[in-house]
């Protein structure tokens, strides 16, 4: 009996430890007790994976229990069009918490109102330090929202252009308390100084059968009722060109307001970050250019924008340094695998292929050589083949 239970609870083990093992796993989920709103909030965490001294920008996501997955699938896919990105989903306590901590002013039509600068300090205060004690954050912060949440957004960039580098809103709902609040603030547009700050504002098409966009703006319809707020909204920030602001807005004709998020912030994304992408093709069309050198101006300028260096992932300097072997520029395609390998010392692709390169190159004994380095940091079957077949 004994020997039977024993064979349970080790066959019982197994299976846990397999199913462990199988699962995808793309975030942490944790806990952060709040002095300023009085509660214990809820978080999820994903961090891109990367080398040991990398540090990355932050994206922070409203309403997390509903938009950090499709949040770090965006990020995940991009990565090397848009930088990687740490992204921090904050859930909600409930509807009654939503609308109390994203909504700036209190209407008295709707109860537990207006505690967006109780919000807003409670990121400042407590939930950015948090994140920043934590994990390896670069200096640069993204916030975006979604409808109530968007209009969070668009409270911060107002009142709180400090606390983030860009701004994403979503179909913001700017609508709120009869837009007495948004009427306040946009006249104030022209007064701000956001300089290295970025806005972008999506628009669904939330507009009834039968008008526009002209005529939706004289309508009385309840469906028409966010529609009617935020494209005077993007009006007002067309006309007050407020200084330093690099903004976009864009409309999408068949989104709806339910539908518009996950879309809208992929646009948002390569929008905030359209000169981040290295793209190789410029070498076709220029051959004359010094891959090596045209790669660390353009990371140079990268860093300038975003305000910490940044440097070239391992796959766009082996994508390039591929590239130029297969363009025959080996004395090119040497001072980038090299590169790679100081940048990337614990990686062993970075040595295979740098031994791709020895062999290409005529070298069989560096081949060898790196090759046995790759492995020595692990074990590939590929690897292992091509060092067995050099030594034959």
Excluded at 47 to 61: D, F, R, S
Excluded at 314 to 342: S, W
């Amino acid at each position: 009996m004994k020997k039977l239970l024993l064979f349970v609870l080790l066959m019982a083990g197994l299976s846990a430890y397999a199913q462990k093992d199988s699962r995808i796993v793309i975030g942490t989920v944790d806990t952060v007790y709040s002095k300023v709103l009085n509660e214990k909030r809820t978080i999820r965490v994903h961090v891109p994976e990367g080398g040991k001294n990398q540090h990355y920008p932050v994206l922070y996501i409203l309403d997390g229990e509903d938009h950090f997955l499709s949040a770090v699938g965006i990020t995940e896919e991009m990565s090397g069009v848009i930088p990687p990105m740490i992204v921090v989903g904050i859930d909600n306590m409930g509807f009654n918490t939503r609308e109390r901590d994203l909504t700036p002013t209190i209407d008295p039509k709707i109860a537990h109102s207006g505690g967006g600068e109780n919000f807003i300090s409670f990121m400042e205060k407590e939930l950015i330090p948090y994140i920043e004690s934590r994990y390896a954050t670069a200096n640069y912060r993204v916030y975006s929202g979604h409808s109530l949440a968007g209009l969070a957004v668009v409270n911060a960039l107002f009142n709180h252009a400090e606390s983030f580098n860009a701004y994403i809103a979503l179909d913001p709902s700017v609508w709120w308390d009869d837009q007495r609040w948004i009427k306040i603030q946009e006249p104030k547009l022209s007064q701000h100084n956001f300089k290295g700050k970025s806005l972008f504002i999506a628009i669904a098409n939330n507009i009834p059968p039968g008008l526009d966009s002209v005529s939706v703006l004289k309508s009385n319809d309840q469906m028409s009722l966010l529609t009617r707020a935020v494209i005077p909204f993007v009006h007002a920030v067309r006309d007050a060109k407020p200084a330093g602001l690099r903004w976009a807005s864009k409309f999408y004709p068949t989104e709806r307001h339910g539908t518009v998020e996950m879309i809208s912030e992929y646009d948002a994304l390569r929008y905030i970050f359209n000169y981040y992408q290295f793209r190789t093709s410029q070498f076709v069309e220029h051959p004359e250019l010094d891959e090596d050198s045209v790669l660390a101006a353009h990371f140079q300028m990268i860093s300038g924008r975003l305000g910490y260096t940044v440097l070239p992932t391992e796959n766009t300097i082996n994508e390039l340094a591929y590239d130029c072997m297969g363009r025959h520029k080996m004395p090119q395609a040497y001072k980038l695998f090299i590169r790679n390998t100081q940048l990337y010392p614990n990686s062993a692709n970075a040595f295979d292929s740098l031994g791709d390169y020895y062999v290409a190159a005529g070298d069989k004994q560096k081949a060898i050589e790196v090759f046995t380095k790759s492995l020595s940091i692990q074990e590939v079957a590929d690897t292992r083949n091509k060092l067995n077949d050099l030594k034959k």
